[in-house]
């Protein structure tokens, strides 16, 4: 190994383990990896320019500022406060029509204002109901997720596999190109929840209840017992008054202030109808003039949100409010360090001890292999990182096989947004976690089948639409 490589292995080593331990924010740790490759030489000041002005990083924050225009008109809130009103009259069909609603709009718009302005929603309805939240909110962040794996600009992960494809010489998708993969993997996921997971999540709410009641029955035998043997030896009536009810249970998440909503999005907006309609036109322009082709996806949308604030439909300030920075200096920096594997040729080396051992086997079993590890690893870092660290295995693995690369790009964008095994691998599933009163397992039980249908759906669908 060169030193080039060395040191970029050792920036990827610690920035990767210092996102599992999961103490310091995730665009610093990549901000202070991009740093350092940067002091040490191993890319070069215009190759960093180059990652913070990519097409995916001016795309995403020209969509931010578009959505949060939607956002501040109300719109959003005023969709979702109808579709309440239908749950109202369907009962639970009710609440899986919104939940489906918000699927389908996750696939153009960030889905996490929309989790935070639906969830207590559906949680208010559902106990309206007398049904249990927990059946409902896991649910919900799966299908938002799901749903943003439909199109190019549904997730940041999207964008960013296409965006480091295009560096390394591959055509740019389309903006609807991937979407008869990711709305086939939608359904199966969805139709599972529907018939399987939430009943599985009701049975879970049955037994907690069960144990709860069993831990507060042996909560109240203690004290009695503490208080009869304090009346004995204080020689006391036994018949005293109870004092003090039992402590609060704890539900073992150990993180109980983990997933408040107040620090994600602002609440619930005023409907203001000019606004609506002028951000929403806008947003339909860019989406239309993106999807048949005519500008690229990052010219659409930055014209779109300049005319935002050209039209005073945001102000410059309400602009920069919603670029939401943390996420684009994230893929800016993760960018910098891919650049780095590539320029260096570790992503090379890495490939070609991958495809000795899978290119035996052929093109789909290369294919299951790449999404098996996808998904493993987006459960333990953040998406960014596995785009940044998996696609230009991809490219290599395919081209060695002689296959289109393709379908093993759209299986890195699908593997790599499905974070369902644990509450910390996407942010709505952080976000319902301590709305909905889940424990750790709860996303186990639920998640990890998930994981399977959805990657088994993938093998599926992904050939079909994208031939080797």
Sequence with gaps: MTLDQIIALGVLVTVVGVLIHGRVRADVVALAGAAVLLLLGVVRPVE???AFASPAVIALASLFVIAYAIELSGLLGLLIRQATKLCAHLGEAGLWIVMMLCGAASALLNNTPIVVLAAPVIKDVAETLNRSPKRFLIPLSYISIMGGSCTLIGTSTNLLVNDMARNVGQPVFTLFEITPVGLAIAVCGALWLYFVGARQLGRAVADDEAEALRRKRAEEARIEAETQRAARRFRLPFNLPRVGEPRPLDNGSGDAQL?????????????????????????????????????????????????????????AEEAYSGLRPDILLLIAGMVVLGIAIE??????????LLIDVIRPFGPLAALIILYGVTLVATELLSNATVAVLITPVAVALAVSLGVDPRPFLVAVMMAASAAFATPFGYQTNVLVYQLGGYSYMDFVRIGV???????????????IFFPF
């Design 259 to 315: 997933g408040d909503l107040k620090l994600y999005a602002a609440a619930d907006r005023p409907f203001d109808f000019k606004r609506a309609m002028v951000s929403l036109s806008i947003f339909v322009a860019v989406v239309l003039a993106a999807g048949m082709g005519w500008i690229p996806i990052a010219a659409a949308a930055f014209g779109g949100a300049v005319a935002l604030i050209l039209l005073r439909i945001l102000t």
């Design 343 to 352: 320029v260096t040729g570790l992503g090379q080396s890495g490939a070609t």
């Design 449 to 463: 089948p998930l994981n399977l249908i959805t990657w088994v759906a993938a093998m599926v669908a992904i050939p």
């Design 48 to 50: 960093v320019q180059a």
